[in-house]
């Protein structure tokens, strides 16, 4: 299957491994308990030494075909699924830091993971946050007792892209996992593994699952770490292949004893939903090249944040590293021209706080998703009062065009 495309590779990926009575999806297996005929077998299985399901806490069949596949689409060596996105950061960080750890972050991330990020500098792993379109502020930010950098590939609301390759390749000189969320780019635009991620984040909910009707996240290891160096990997991992161990301890320490588990009916809905990313994410991310043009054209719009059009700071980089530019931008409202009444004249695009939806979604961003920031906090970030985030669809490219004019006029 190596050889094929990445739509003919998904929409195999589950019979390929085999299905039970010859049925074309995995289907949702809700068992939460797993029995065993032999005794010994459950403690093999329990002991990591067998394959098998212990209980569903830890382990579900159509979770494990949802992570063959993430893993499949991001050219991985393994993955975990999580119950969200966010579940997978934290669970994550959770499971290979500890008190005393320092980690650098993108200065620019989304406002829950900077809240999450808060809450490890209160428990003991510290945070600096930096401007991760420069290699050399993330550097500066770099000490003695870092363990970890922190990225996402495009930033929301304000589309910064960052300096993936550069980072990547001062995560190996400094032997310092590298994290990369690759949520707003997908597996289809970008992987992360080219540029050296050790692990990758996405949030399933988002555009991997596409149809807003089913939470989930997932790391996957991308073999270019070398764990045995990592001193916070227990005893009781250091099983097999090296690249197996950070897997093994985000699943065990993460999942199981956080519980932060995906349920067999969200993974199934969000397997079947990544069978269509590719095509979805063609046209998501015209549209929004078109859109972000025609905006950036138009006299009452301030400004437009999309790495599709050439002023964007980080365009050319963009260009080179990814497949299309994603399906999120922002602008900003000139004044008196308020961002709520905007909002409210919208015809089309849906108002709510997602993002990565077939549909077109729009949101105020100082007034709702960073508000908690507070706005010494937003200014610092580059967030205005009268800034709106779109997550644009699938839609027909003359109506949305349409209903922005007229919203506008």
């Known amino acids: 299957m190596s050889q094929r495309g990445f739509t003919s590779q998904l929409l195999h990926a589950d019979r390929r491994g085999g299905i039970e009575h010859g049925s074309i999806h995995k289907p949702v297996h809700t068992a939460v308990t797993y029995g065993y005929d032999d005794a010994r077998e459950l403690a093999a299985v329990f002991q990591g ?22 893993t499949l689409m991001e050219d991985g060596v393994a993955s975990a699924a999580f119950a969200t996105g966010m579940a997978a950061i934290g669970t994550t960080l959770f499971a290979l830091l500890r008190n005393g750890d320092h980690m650098v ?20 792993v510290s945070v600096s946050f930096a401007d991760a379109t420069s290699v050399d502020d993330i550097a500066e930010a770099i000490n003695e007792s870092t363990k970890l950098v922190f ?12 300096d993936l390759e550069a980072i990547g ?16 780019t997908t597996p289809y635009l970008f992987r992360p593994k080219s540029v050296g991620a050790s692990l990758v984040i996405n949030s399933l909910t988002k555009y991997v699952g596409g149809h807003a009707n089913a939470l989930g996240g997932a790391v996957t290891e991308t073999g270019h770490y070398a764990w045995e160096s990592f001193s916070n990997i227990y005893d009781d991992y250091k099983k097999g292949d090296p690249s197996g161990w950070a ?19 969200a993974a199934h809905h969000l397997s079947i939903g990544s069978d269509t990313l590719g095509l979805r994410m063609d046209r998501i991310c015209a549209n929004a090249l078109a859109l972000a043009k025609w905006l950036d054209a138009d006299p009452r719009v301030q400004r437009v944040y999309y790495p599709g059009l050439p002023g964007h700071p980080e365009h050319a980089l963009a260009s080179r590293l990814f497949g299309g530019f994603g399906g999120i931008l922002s602008i900003d409202l000139p004044p008196p021209l308020d961002c709520f009444d905007f909002l409210n004249r919208l015809e089309l695009v849906i108002c709510t706080s997602n993002l990565g939806d077939t549909r077109s979604l729009a949101i105020p ?8 920031m507070g706005p010494e906090r937003r200014a610092e970030m580059g967030i205005d009062d009268s800034l709106v985030r779109f997550s644009i669809g699938i839609e027909d490219e003359a109506d949305l065009i349409a209903d922005f004019d007229q919203a506008l006029g």
């Open 365 to 372: 961003v100082a007034h709702s998703i960073y508000f908690e």
């Open 169 to 184: 390749r001062l995560c190996a000189e400094r032997g310092l996992i590298y994290v990369v969320d690759n949520t707003l």
């Open 151 to 162: 990225v996402e590939t495009i930033a929301n609301p304000r589309t910064q892209v960052s």
């Open 247 to 265: 897997i093994q301890q985000i699943k065990k320490k993460g999942i199981r004893d956080f519980g932060a588990t995906l349920g067999p009916e």
């Open 105 to 124: 972050s993108s200065s620019f991330l989304f406002g829950n993971t900077n809240s999450l990020f808060n809450s490890f500098d209160v428990h003991g």
């Open 49 to 70: 030494r067998s394959p098998g399901y212990t209980y569903g806490r830890q382990v579900n069949p159509t979770v494990t075909a949802l992570q063959d596949k993430i």
